[in-house]
T-cell receptor, first 111, second 114 residues
Framework: DQQVKQNSPSLSVQEGRISILNCDYTNSMFDYFLWYKKYPAEGPTFLISISSIKDKNEDGRFTVFLNKSAKHLSLHIVPSQPGDSAVYFCAAGSTLGRLYFGRGTQLTVWP | NAGVTQTPKFRILKIGQSMTLQCTQDMNHNYMYWYRQDPGMGLKLIYYSVGAGITDKGEVPNGYNVSRSTTEDFPLRLELAAPSQTSVYFC?????????????FGQGTRLTVV
């Protein structure tokens, strides 16, 4: 029973354009959400997070949007760069529990 | 600053063998976690610990054991290796749980059971 779903296993974007990675969740008790990035042969690294009381959080080229009513969040990368090519994991949790991860989306940014 | 260190990086086990995956962190984090990642799948929590002497099961604990005798170390034990345990294992740690509490991951251990 997947509580966090990333339905697109891969995304291919041209350099300079916007990358939009999507994530859906089922548990309305989740109150914070995170995105992690993972390069091959490395562990995931934290990218950006958002609290359930916000609908947007920005950090440089990365913006996360949260739509609580739709139980949906997205990560926007603008402009996309070749170094952004990696697997992106969406994760969700509540302050009382543990983190649940999605299956990941492989982003490829081509020149 | 080493962060989270896992050993070994790679291991091949025969069915029925046992082994311990080592994990140590030097950030004085209270929380430590073990995840496994199967091909095309997300990270699934095996066990976690909220402090020395305290451990709890995650989503997929069967076939594994853990201990947390110190803040720094959180080893994962496989007693009777099975092919279903072929996976990449990640150890992680965090200061706390909740927002703005990022988890730091090790580089992973790729385990193959034959």
């Amino acid at each position: 029973d997947q509580q966090v779903k990333q339905n697109s296993p891969s995304l291919s974007v041209q350099e300079g354009r916007i990358s939009i990675l999507n994530c859906d969740y089922t548990n309305s008790m989740f109150d914070y959400f995170l995105w992690y990035k993972k390069y091959p042969a490395e562990g995931p690294t934290f990218l950006i997070s958002i609290s359930s009381i916000k609908d947007k959080n920005e950090d440089g080229r990365f913006t996360v949007f949260l739509n609580k009513s739709a139980k949906h969040l997205s990560l926007h990368i603008v402009p996309s760069q070749p170094g952004d090519s990696a697997v992106y994991f969406c994760a969700a949790g509540s302050t009382l529990g543990r983190l649940y991860f999605g299956r990941g989306t492989q982003l490829t940014v081509w020149p | 600053n080493a962060g989270v260190t896992q050993t070994p990086k790679f291991r091949i086990l025969k069915i029925g063998q046992s082994m311990t995956l080592q994990c140590t962190q030097d950030m004085n984090h209270n929380y430590m976690y073990w995840y496994r990642q199967d091909p095309g799948m997300g990270l699934k929590l095996i066990y976690y610990s909220v402090g020395a002497g305290i451990t709890d099961k995650g989503e997929v604990p069967n076939g594994y054991n853990v201990s947390r005798s110190t803040t720094e170390d959180f080893p994962l034990r496989l007693e009777l290796a099975a092919p279903s345990q072929t996976s990449v294992y990640f150890c992680a740690s965090s200061y706390n749980q909740g927002l703005n509490t990022e988890a730091f991951f090790g580089q992973g251990t790729r385990l193959t059971v034959v």
